[in-house]
């Protein structure tokens, strides 16, 4: 295990409404990541916070939002929800910003109906 | 348009049998991982090169970063059921902060 842990670990919403999703990181880690995995296909970055600010982000709408809080835990939110946005969402955490190596939570597999 | 392209896609083969897969890009990278998942679960972090030319080991498995830093390779020997995953690399542009850009995926399947 990675000692990051993600809530819930399945979700099913329906076209329109909006989504939260938790990432706990790994002890004394202060940099977490988002990735959306398709089915089939590697993740694809959503965007990174660094002690509470985002630094860095994908190519993805501004319906797809984050915060970090002071313990370096993080969220994930998705307004508007669509049909494409089913897919499994991961979380990683990393020491800093700088270093290689993240270390990935299980994953929320949402479904949008 | 894939920034890292895998190759194979699918790959079936008996246990005890090599494998070879591929992670090709045409841009530089500052460092290459690669992970393997199973279903349900995250990435597994196994291995970060860094260096144009390195060969890292663990175990049965043999990982090279090409000189150019644009490639690079997993190689498994006698490969066993407990390998079965999808593997994916994934990459750093030092002009992309700490964004990894990741491969679609090689799904390994060792049959017994």
């Known amino acids: 295990e990675t000692g990051v842990t993600q809530s819930p670990t399945h979700l099913i919403k329906t076209r329109g409404q909006q989504v939260t999703l938790r990432c706990s990181s790994q002890?004394?880690?202060?940099?977490v990541s988002w990735y959306q995995q398709a089915l089939g296909q590697g993740p694809q970055f959503i965007f990174q916070?660094?002690?509470?600010?985002?630094?860095g982000r994908g190519n993805f709408p501004p319906r797809f939002s984050g915060l970090q809080f002071p313990n370096y835990s993080s969220e994930l939110n998705v307004n508007a929800l669509e049909l494409d946005d089913s897919a499994l969402y991961l979380c990683?955490?990393?020491?800093?910003?700088?270093?290689?190596?993240?270390?990935f939570g299980p994953g929320t597999r949402l479904t949008v109906t | 348009t894939q920034l890292l392209e895998q190759s194979p896609q699918f790959l079936s083969i008996q246990e005890g049998e090599n494998l070879t897969v591929y992670c090709n890009s045409s841009?530089?990278?500052?460092?290459l991982q690669w992970y393997r998942q199973e279903p349900g679960e995250g990435p597994v972090l196994l291995v970060t090169?860094?260096?144009?030319?390195e060969v890292k080991k663990l175990k049965r498995l043999t990982f090279q970063f090409g000189d150019a830093r644009k490639d690079s390779s997993l190689h498994i020997t006698a490969a066993q059921p407990g390998d079965t995953g999808l593997y994916l690399c994934?990459?750093?542009?030092?002009?992309?902060?700490?964004?990894?850009?990741f491969g679609e995926g090689t799904q390994l399947t060792v049959n017994p």
């Open positions: 916070y660094y002690r509470e600010e985002e630094n």
């Open positions: 002890s004394g880690h202060n940099t």
């Open positions: 990683a955490s990393r020491v800093d910003r700088v270093s290689y190596e993240q270390y």
């Open positions: 841009s530089v990278f500052s460092s």
């Open positions: 090169v860094v260096t144009g030319g």
């Open positions: 994934a990459g750093l542009k030092e002009t992309s902060g700490s964004r990894l850009t």
